[in-house]
């Protein structure tokens, strides 16, 4: 049974925030989940925020890998997930293009997301977008809610972000301790 009362959501980027960057990535066996994430997981989880994948995987569209290399690669992922006892409530992903228009589900739109609130009673005031990337954070801006960027090897405008942090672990506790006194974005 769902629960009925309203849950802060922590909406995450998979490539290169859940786990490590792989170009394209389509064999599950490439799939690794960093230390740090499963320690920022549980403490999002403890803190009682739904936690949902958002990612952009247009390698379908272009033919790099089918809906069942990714259904794979996301089974992977649950399996790692689960030896450490932890889950993902929903995974999102959108298969189209970056052509302009193709969809409304593409990072920087909101599609996904409005998705996810939906199908679950998310408290949007004490949710956050953590990501890597720009799209990441304007997704985050178009949503309303703050966005935490990893900082990575990726090049990255950080005056989009709320919040710039180490990795996902501090990611993670800034989630849960500063957000929830401060729910505010910046202004753009």
């Known amino acids: 049974m769902k629960n009925t009362a309203c849950q802060p959501a922590a909406f995450l980027d998979r490539d290169g925030t859940l786990i490590r960057a792989v170009d394209y990535l389509r064999d599950p066996s490439e799939v690794v989940v960093p230390a740090e994430v499963i320690q920022g ?34 089974a992977r992922m649950s399996q790692l997930l689960a030896l450490e006892k932890i889950h993902l409530d929903a995974y999102y992903y959108c298969p189209h293009s970056a052509v302009p228009g193709a969809c409304q589900c593409r990072k920087p739109l909101t599609g996904m997301l409005e ?16 990501g890597d990337d720009d799209c990441d954070m304007q997704l985050a801006q178009n949503f309303a809610i703050p966005g935490l960027l990893l900082k990575t090897e990726r090049v990255c405008d950080e005056s989009l972000a709320t919040l710039v942090c180490a990795d996902f672990l501090e990611a993670a506790r800034l989630a849960v301790n500063e957000l929830e006194a401060h729910p505010s974005v910046p202004e753009l």
């Open 41 to 74: 997981l549980r403490l999002l989880r403890d803190a009682g925020f739904l936690l949902l994948l958002i990612s952009n995987q247009s390698g379908i569209s272009r033919g790099y890998f089918t809906q069942d290399d990714l259904a794979a690669v996301h």
């Open 115 to 130: 998705q996810a609130c939906q199908e679950f009673k998310i408290d949007r005031e004490h949710s956050c977008m953590i």
